[in-house]
């Protein structure tokens, strides 16, 4: 069964650790210019949205293609506002149409979301699977975590801590890029991460998540090495 979605780019103005990261430049474009392009060449989508607080996002969301139907609230776009009710706040604010089913959320510095990828995530949604995410995994077995207190290491778990690496199963945590769920369960507050959940797993070259300087310059040097376009 193939289901239609839209597409959704939540995208505040407001970034504490790098200023303005939804719209830094980025190989001559801005970052969200780069999501919007990909998420039109996948030809997935009815309409490709942005949420956005901010004038000058939305002026350049359109220029890149996308519809931007309203400016975000502050209250939803402050650093406790939560995705799921930006979302929400979208659903009742945009009438959509009824036949579409799904709605793709793509951050909008997931710039290594690419068409291939969206086309993969939106087609693993089908009777019993009603959520799609990309996890990534720890590359270290997290039981092992230790905390510095006064320069000396601090174990999470003592027991852990004295085990071999090798006698840990792997651990995931969510590569915070694209997500595609179905309309009802999500409006229904059904747990995004249950049995009727595919994940889709990344491997380290796949996706950066932006969150500081340094992970912003790692995404330059990923992009160049892999040509993304």
């Known amino acids: 069964?193939?289901?239609?979605?839209?597409?959704?780019?939540?995208?505040?103005?407001?970034?504490?650790?790098?200023?303005?990261?939804?719209?830094?430049?980025?190989?001559?474009?801005?970052?969200?210019?780069?999501?919007?392009?990909?998420?039109?060449?996948?030809?997935c989508f009815q309409k490709i949205y942005v949420s956005t607080d901010s004038i000058k996002i939305k002026k350049i969301s359109e220029k890149f293609g996308a519809v931007v139907p309203y400016i975000r609230s502050k209250k939803l776009s402050n650093d406790k506002a939560v995705v799921n009710d930006v979302i929400r706040d979208f659903l009742k604010k945009v009438n959509i149409n009824k036949n579409i089913k799904l709605i793709t959320v793509i951050y909008p510095t997931a710039i290594f979301v690419n068409k291939k990828l969206i086309s993969k995530s939106i087609s693993k949604i089908s009777k019993n699977v009603n959520f799609v995410s990309t996890v990534k995994k720890f590359p270290h077995p997290i039981q092992r975590a230790f905390v510095l207190k006064n320069k000396k290491i601090r174990p999470i778990s003592k027991t852990n801590f004295k085990k071999r690496t090798q006698d840990?199963?792997?651990t995931f945590f969510d590569a915070g890029q694209i997500y595609v769920f179905k309309i009802k369960n999500f409006l229904n507050n059904e747990n995004s991460f249950n049995s009727n959940t595919v994940l889709i797993e990344l491997n380290a070259?796949?996706?950066?998540?932006?969150?500081?300087?340094s992970d912003f310059k790692n995404a330059k040097k990923l992009f160049k090495l892999n040509k993304f376009s």
């Open 205 to 213: 070259l796949e996706s950066v998540d932006i969150d500081n300087f």
């Open 168 to 170: 840990f199963k792997d």
């Open 1 to 43: 069964m193939k289901y239609k979605s839209i597409c959704i780019i939540p995208a505040r103005y407001g970034s504490k650790r790098v200023p303005r990261k939804n719209i830094i430049n980025f190989f001559g474009k801005p970052l969200i210019g780069h999501v919007i392009q990909n998420a039109i060449k996948s030809n």
